[in-house]
């Protein structure tokens, strides 16, 4: 089955400054990788999610990136606002494929500085 | 609000009872999927569900654990004779198609059952 490790487990940034959070899964045959964040209290929120036929995806101040070869892919927060700060987690299907089950890395919390 | 519904937010059990966990999906989904959360860790799958079908239960430990997906009313996850390890928050999310289809998947805000 699929194994997926997030890096790192906390990150502190000053406000304006970006952010990246990196993972890395095991099954090559994973088409689809979702970012959520979750605040205090709250659910996942997806925020951006991408799949295989493209390399990158952009929404305003948030970029997915994605290494297939490497099997790694990397979540970009430009110009970070405290707003930003949650925990933030990759994700990819359980079983490989497109959709379905998620398999969940353990989470980055992410501190904004004002 | 159209989103994932999720009561009781917060559900108190002292060991040996039961805990019900109700969930209902964004309108118009008919795929449901339970995880868990303990703290600090992520989410951990637990059951797929469509409509009157459990799909995958394979995250779902063997005993005291079902779920069910009625054709009428919300998903149920159901722990029965509850023990101090089933301290968690429990998601549900859905989807508007199962795997292979193009849809992601949406999540309340849980239900954070404490033992006591």
């Known amino acids: 089955g699929e194994n997926v490790e997030q890096h790192p487990s906390t990150l502190s940034v000053q406000e304006g400054d970006s952010a990246v959070i990196k993972c890395t899964y095991s099954?090559?045959?994973?088409?689809?990788f979702p970012w959520y964040k979750q605040e205090l209290g709250k659910g996942p929120q997806l925020i951006i999610d991408?799949?295989?036929?493209?390399g990158e995806k952009k929404d305003q101040r948030i970029a997915v990136t994605l290494n297939k070869t490497a099997k790694h892919f990397s979540l970009h927060i430009t110009e970070t606002q405290p707003e930003d700060s949650a925990v933030y987690f990759c994700?990819?299907?359980?079983?490989?494929?497109?959709?379905?089950?998620?398999?969940f890395g353990k989470g980055t919390k992410l501190s904004v500085k004002p | 609000n159209a989103g994932v519904m999720q009561n009781p937010r917060h559900l108190v059990r002292r060991r040996g009872q039961e805990a019900r966990l109700r969930c209902s999906p964004m309108?118009?989904?008919?795929?449901v999927y339970w995880y868990r959360q303990l703290p600090e860790e992520g989410l951990k799958f637990m059951v797929y569900?469509?409509?009157?079908?459990?799909?995958?239960e394979s995250g779902m430990p063997k005993e005291r654990f079902s779920a069910e997906f009625p054709k009428e009313g919300p998903s149920i996850l159901r722990i029965q004779q509850v023990v101090r390890g089933d301290s968690a928050a429990y998601f549900c999310?859905?989807?508007?198609?199962?795997?292979?289809?193009?849809?992601?998947?949406?999540f309340g805000d849980g239900t954070r059952l404490s033992i006591l």
């Open positions: 309108k118009g989904h008919s795929h």
């Open positions: 569900l469509q409509k009157e079908n459990i799909i995958d």
């Open positions: 991408i799949r295989s036929n493209v």
């Open positions: 994700a990819t299907p359980l079983y490989g494929g497109s959709q379905g089950n998620l398999i």
């Open positions: 999310a859905s989807s508007l198609q199962g795997p292979g289809g193009n849809q992601p998947q949406h």
């Open positions: 099954d090559s045959a994973s088409n689809y």
